[in-house]
């Protein structure tokens, strides 16, 4: 891990170029990559590619693996910094991490895959873990948590970044976000996703937040599970009556 940190510092980006390479703070880039290699998720996904620092985290970790890949989606690859330009410089190939570019967003390929994986009405998961740093907008964010709960393999993490974040700390949300609203702007749109759709999923369990409350996780339950949990909540039910 320390190896993939030390090559990463020593990427040293054009003069001109105004971007800040680690976009997640380096203790939770840590984090992840334990995460990935401890609990074995060969098969990873990453919404919102960012400048591409912590896809490359992500593949080494899989690399260690040996086995397994990421593949991490964004609307465009970032000029002149990007994902591509970092994994040449610290020597991960297209073995370990795949880069999509979709103009339409993470939610359109998504929708491919979940279409790829149908059989007889029926979607097979194929996913172990999903980092989500996209959009960070409720709409968007929400219908992709809903889409990767089909992609996800019973087991299966999601890690949702930035739950204590609204669009309003964005630095020049003037320009970036500025016909919004006040409400889009001010309301923390991500903790929205996590506390409305992914703890209410009944699928979904092991509920918690890292690094000061900014990260949000939660498991697929496995088949078993989720039966037990759904006869609990029909016996407590019953019960209230």
């Given amino acids: 891990m320390e190896k993939i940190f030390a090559s990463l510092n020593s990427f040293v980006p054009p003069n001109d170029w105004e971007g800040h390479l680690f976009l997640l703070p380096l203790d939770a880039m840590r984090y992840i990559y334990q995460f990935i290699v401890e609990n074995k998720l060969p098969a990873c996904i990453e919404l919102g590619t960012g400048f591409g620092a912590t896809s490359c985290m992500m593949g ?10 990421v593949i991490t989606i964004d609307k465009y690859l970032h000029q002149p910094v990007n994902v591509k330009v970092l994994m040449r410089h610290v020597g991960l190939s297209d073995d370990s991490i795949e880069v999509v570019a979709d103009e339409l967003g993470y939610n359109w390929t998504l929708a491919e895959l979940i279409r790829k994986q149908t059989h007889d ?26 889409l990767m709960a089909k992609l996800l393999k019973p087991g299966g993490w ?20 500025g016909t919004y609203t006040d409400r889009e702007l001010d309301t923390f749109q991500m903790r929205m996703v996590y506390e409305l759709v992914v703890q209410q999923h009944p699928d ?13 996780w939660a498991r697929k339950k496995h088949p078993a599970d989720t039966k037990k949990s759904l006869v609990n909540r029909i016996k407590s039910s019953i019960l209230k009556q």
């Fill in 60 to 69: 080494a970790a899989v690399k260690e693996l040996n086995q397994g890949k």
């Fill in 204 to 216: 979904f369990g092991d509920f918690h937040l890292t690094h000061d409350g900014r990260i949000g």
């Fill in 121 to 146: 009405g029926v979607c097979v998961p194929i996913f172990d873990f999903c980092f989500l740093d996209g959009a960070h907008e409720w709409e968007p964010d929400a219908l992709a948590f809903s």
């Fill in 158 to 177: 999601i890690a949702i970044d930035d739950i204590n974040f609204c669009l309003r700390m964005i630095a020049n949300w003037q320009e970036s976000h």
